[in-house]
Nanobody, 124 residues
Framework: QVQLVESGGRLVQAGGSLRLSCAVSGRTFSSFGVGWFRQAPGKEREFVAG????????YYADSVKGRFTISRDNAKRTVYLQMNSLKPEDTAVYYCAADQGLGGRLMERRPGYWGQGTQVTVSS
């Protein structure tokens, strides 16, 4: 069983930066991957970024490429999402997600593990 706990969401002005954290506990296997999804009001949940726990391969949605960076600290068992040049359309609940068999390619199917979500609000 894997547990995920997000933190770091808050209100920020457009153009600003924010870093989300996801603490990972539980057993992980060789193809374990962690990532971020987001869901804005009235919209479907969408993939944002993913990273493979072993090896660090990263994947991004086109909408955040060049602005967001996903990274991990294996010693701290924490995954980060650095968000720069934030836009009002980035406003959403951000969820940390993980899966044992996808590496970082969490866009391929619904991941098996989810955190509780953290609210990010970008004001214009």
């Amino acid at each position: 069983q894997v547990q995920l706990v997000e933190s770091g969401g808050r209100l920020v002005q457009a153009g600003g930066s924010l870093r989300l954290s996801c603490a990972v506990s539980g057993r992980t296997f060789s193809s374990f991957g962690v990532g971020w999804f987001r869901q804005a009001p009235g919209k479907e949940r969408e993939f944002v970024a993913g990273i493979k726990w072993n090896g660090g391969s990263t994947y991004y949605a086109d909408s955040v490429k060049g602005r967001f960076t996903i990274s991990r600290d294996n010693a701290k068992r924490t995954v980060y999402l650095q968000m720069n040049s934030l836009k009002p359309e980035d406003t959403a609940v951000y969820y940390c997600a993980a899966d044992q068999g996808l590496g970082g390619r969490l866009m391929e199917r619904r991941p098996g593990y989810w955190g509780q979500g953290t609210q990010v609000t970008v004001s214009s």
